[in-house]
C-alpha cells in the first residue's frame, strides 16, 4: 500500500500551506516582503535561536551579543550551544550601538518592537545606527518580540524590511496564540537559509505537520487577526489594571516601557535584592520574576509582572500582595 503524501515527513522547512500564509501574514502585518520559499517553519523562537548558533559556530563564529537587560532563556539557550553572549546596554532608546561596536561581536540578538524586559521600542536614529553597524558586516538575530501587542499606535517595522541581507528575522504564535503550540518563523539572510534549512533537518527532521495545516488556515482565513483585535482589548485592559493597582499598592515603583506586551516591568530607587521580594511574593502565592535575572551588570532591583493570564480583579489581588511582601 502507498501512504498519502500528507503523512509522509514532508519538507524540513515547513509545510507548503504555512509558509504560504506565513508570507502573506508578514507582508500584512509587518511589511515584509518575502517568499515562501524564504521560510523556515520552526518550534518556537527558542529554536530560532539554536539554529543559528549552531550554523555560527560551524563558521567560527563564537559571540552573539545580548541586549542588558535582555532575556535570561535567550542568554541560556545560545551558551548551551556554546556562544558566549557579551552584554550590550540598553536604555530608553533601545540598545546602545556604540557600545555594541566597542564589544567587537559579529553578531547581535535584540527585541526591536518591544524590549524585553524593560520593555523599550528601537528609535528612529538607534534603527539607523544599527543598520549602518550591520552593513559593515554584522548579523542582526531580530526576535520580533510583542510585535502584535501594541496599544497606542501600530508596531514599528521590522527590523528585515530594511536591510535583508544582514537580518535573520524570527517570530511565532507564543503570545498571539500560546507557546505550548511550538511554531514559529525564521526568514534568514540567502547566505545562511540553507545551512539552517539543514541544521532543522538533521535536529527534527521538521515541525509536526497537521498542527501547520490548522495554523495555515486560522492566517488565510482571517481568524487569527480576528482573535488578536481582541486580545489587544483584553490586554490593554489588564495592563492599565496592572498600571493601577501598582500606583495604589507599590507607590514607589516606576513603571518602564511602551504601552505594549504582555508584562510590565517595574523598578524601585532603594537597595535591596528583588531576587528576596520575587521569593516573598511567590511564598503568598503570587509568582513573577526578579528583574536581576535578566541582568548581567548591576542595576536597580525591579520586577517583571505577567498581565495576560488573569482577570483585573485578580491584578490588583496579586499587586496588593506584593506590596505587602515588600513591607
Not at 504555512?18 to 515584509?32: H, I, P, Q, T
Not at 542588558?68 to 551558551?79: N, P, T, V
Not at 540598545?95 to 518592537?113: C, D, N
Not at 537559509?193 to 538533521?202: E, M, N, S, T
Request: hydrophobic content about 45%.
Amino acid at each position: 500500500m502507498v501512504a498519502a503524501p500528507g503523512f509522509g515527513y514532508g519538507d524540513p522547512r515547513g509545510t507548503p500551506e504555512l509558509r504560504r500564509a506565513v508570507a502573506k501574514w508578514l507582508a500584512r502585518n509587518r511589511g515584509l516582503a518575502v517568499t515562501p520559499d524564504e521560510v523556515l517553519i520552526v518550534s518556537g523562537t527558542t529554536q530560532t535561536l539554536g539554529l543559528p548558533a549552531q550554523v555560527l559556530r560551524r563558521r567560527d563564529v563564537r559571540e552573539l551579543a545580548v541586549e542588558d537587560l535582555g532575556s535570561l532563556g535567550a542568554r541560556q539557550h545560545l551558551q548551551y550551544w556554546g556562544m558566549r553572549t557579551p552584554p550590550v546596554p540598553v536604555d530608553a532608546e533601545g540598545i546602545r550601538v556604540r557600545e555594541l561596536r566597542a564589544s567587537g561581536a559579529p553578531a547581535v540578538l535584540v527585541t526591536p518592537a518591544h524590549q524585553f524586559p524593560t520593555g523599550a521600542v528601537l528609535g528612529a536614529a538607534r534603527r539607523r545606527e544599527l543598520m549602518r553597524w550591520a552593513a559593515d558586516g554584522g548579523l542582526i538575530v531580530e526576535d520580533d518580540h510583542d510585535a502584535e501587542h501594541r496599544y497606542d499606535r501600530p508596531p514599528v517595522p521590522a527590523l528585515r524590511a530594511m536591510l535583508p541581507e544582514h537580518v535573520c528575522y524570527a517570530g511565532s504564535v507564543s503570545k498571539p496564540l500560546a507557546p505550548a503550540l511550538r511554531t514559529g518563523w525564521v526568514v534568514a539572510p540567502p547566505e545562511l537559509h540553507g545551512a539552517l534549512v539543514d541544521a532543522k533537518r538533521f535536529i527534527d527532521l521538521g515541525n509536526a505537520a497537521l498542527p501547520q495545516l490548522v495554523l495555515a488556515d486560522l492566517m488565510e482565513t482571517g481568524e487569527l487577526e480576528r482573535r488578536l483585535r481582541q486580545l489587544r482589548k483584553r490586554h490593554r485592559a489588564r495592563r492599565d489594571a496592572m498600571i493601577r493597582a501598582v500606583s495604589t499598592h507599590l507607590p514607589g515603583a516606576v513603571v518602564r516601557g511602551a504601552a505594549a506586551g504582555l508584562h510590565l516591568t517595574i523598578t524601585f530607587d532603594a537597595d535591596f535584592a528583588d531576587t528576596d521580594m520575587a521569593a516573598a511574593a511567590l511564598a503568598r502565592g503570587v509568582k513573577v520574576q526578579p528583574l536581576s535575572w535578566h541582568r548581567q551588570g548591576p542595576g536597580r532591583p525591579g520586577l517583571v509582572l505577567g498581565c495576560a493570564a488573569s482577570t483585573a480583579t485578580e491584578i490588583g489581588e496579586g499587586v496588593a500582595v506584593i506590596g505587602s511582601a515588600l513591607e
